[in-house]
């Protein structure tokens, strides 16, 4: 009797953000370990990021991605996802490492700094800080698909971002969670040394080119594993 293949999981939209901060060493991007027992990537080295949750796309962004990133988020995708992936990008950021894209502002539905049932459950700290998220520090630099086999798959977005933008102090995980363990800032020579996924690699390499250039992307890599068959391509 022929055995069945399990069903691959769903690919869940997600977004991640390489925090970079300049000194006079160069470049260092912020960076922590998962745990032993995650079901995805166990002890690697990541960004911080994770999958878009529902009350995202609600968000209210003070101010947004830029029309290139918009237009480029929008290829091979739902139309309009890129407001929901910016505020993925910067609630993981949050959730994770307990640093703030934002700025001094009034959610709808908090008085006196205290949130009410209007704001997300997942950005109820965020608001309670007096913060309203930004998205305009954001680049969108690299997309990925996980390949078949895996027991998460996920469609991720890589968002480029300087610490400058940070509200408050930039070496202060102290409102962190506990998903991420050593967060800390890499030297980017350095941060290939560290126990990598494969696409974080990638990534990182693509990173370090286009600093190296100076300038906006001119286009974003895809590995795209939607498909049989994998692909490489960019968009433009």
């Not at 959610?107 to 459950?121: D, E, K, Q, R």
């Not at 965020?126 to 798959?153: N, S, Y």
Request: hydrophobic share 45%; glycine share 12%.
């Amino acid at each position: 009797m022929s055995e069945t293949a399990p069903a691959e999981p769903p690919i869940r939209d997600a977004a991640t953000v390489l925090l970079m901060r300049h000194g006079p060493g160069g470049p260092s991007i912020l960076m922590g370990q998962r745990g032993a027992g995650a079901a995805f990537m166990p002890n690697k080295y990541v960004f911080p990021g994770g999958a878009v949750d529902p009350g995202d796309a609600g968000v209210p962004l003070a101010s947004a991605l830029g029309p290139r990133c918009l237009a480029r988020l929008d290829a091979a995708a739902r139309p309009g996802i890129g407001a929901a992936l910016a505020a993925a990008a910067i609630r993981e950021l949050w959730e994770e490492t307990g640093l703030a894209l934002g700025l001094p502002g009034a959610w709808p539905g908090v008085s006196s700094g205290t949130p009410s049932a209007a704001v997300p459950a997942d950005w109820q700290g965020f608001a309670a800080a007096g913060l309203v998220p930004v998205a305009h520090p954001l680049t969108f630099v690299f997309r990925a698909i996980t390949p078949p086999g895996r027991p998460r798959r996920f469609d991720a977005r890589f968002f480029l971002a300087d610490a400058t933008d940070v509200a408050g102090d930039p070496d202060d995980f102290s409102r962190a969670a506990d998903e991420l363990s050593h967060l800390h800032w890499v030297p980017l020579a350095e941060a290939r040394r560290l126990n990598l996924p494969f696409i974080t690699e990638v990534v990182l390499a693509e990173v370090g080119a286009l600093l190296a250039r100076g300038g906006a992307p001119e286009a974003v890599p895809f590995f795209d594993n939607s498909g049989p068959l994998p692909q490489f391509r960019r968009l433009v």
